[in-house]
């Protein structure tokens, strides 16, 4: 499967843990963008990376949330200190430049109890 | 108000209808997308267009870039064609996607 994947597709936690996701783009696919769904809405930019460079966050990413791409592969997103506002589909895609469409993940489920 | 506005929320039709599904957005855009999401979440883009009309299979797609306007239609509708059809904008010195809260579809038999 050469498409974006994202591990774990779920995680339930306690509030208070730190969670970890991680996202493999579409290979060669230099810009790796998070979002974040909750239930009924549509999704909302965290943020973008360019290859490692990440050159754009979202106010709606606190000091708790940090992301990372260091070798311009994958990429981790990781929240601290989970809150159950966190609780949301947490989706990853990738694009070859910024001119083309954007590939999506299955996403990765957070429940925080 | 949301930058991007979506009509209807939610939508019924019966096999074979011609579905319309509309979009304003409030920002300058340099394009915009047409994803579908299923239930599950899985996400697949349909168009991405940033003038005129696109067209791929059943479904077609249009923008009017004056008006801040975009359609996506779907003639013949199918069950298959339930989902959650979501309208994205990428505004303009900027490379992040901004949603609609989405359109949903069920098409009965």
């Known amino acids: 499967d050469t498409g974006v994947s994202q591990n774990p597709r779920h995680k339930i936690t306690k509030r208070g843990q730190n969670v970890t996701f991680r996202c493999d783009p579409i290979?060669?696919?230099?810009?790796l963008y998070w979002y974040r769904q909750t239930l009924g809405q549509g999704p909302e930019f965290l943020t973008y990376f360019q290859n490692e460079a990440q050159l754009e966050k979202s106010r709606l990413l606190s000091d708790r949330f940090s992301a990372e791409r260091p070798k311009g592969s994958f990429s981790t997103l990781e929240i601290q200190r989970t809150e159950q506002g966190d609780s949301a589909m947490y989706l990853c895609?990738?694009?070859?430049?910024?001119?083309?469409?954007?590939?999506f993940g299955p996403g990765t489920r957070l429940t925080v109890l | 108000k949301n930058e991007v506005e979506q009509s209807p929320q939610n939508l019924t039709a019966q096999e074979g209808e011609f579905i319309t599904i509309n979009c304003s957005y409030s920002v300058g855009i340099s394009a915009l997308h047409w994803l579908q999401q299923h239930p599950g979440g899985g996400i697949v883009s349909l168009f991405m267009?940033?003038?005129g009309k696109k067209k791929h299979g059943r479904l077609i797609a249009t923008i009017n870039i004056q008006e801040k306007h975009s359609s996506l239609h779907i003639t013949a509708s199918h069950p298959r064609d339930s989902a959650v059809y979501i309208c994205a904008v990428r505004s303009t010195g900027t490379d992040k996607l901004i949603f609609g809260t989405g359109t949903r579809l069920q098409v009965f038999p």
């Open positions: 895609a990738s694009s070859a430049n910024r001119d083309n469409e954007q590939f």
């Open positions: 267009l940033s003038s």
């Open positions: 290979s060669e696919h230099n810009r």
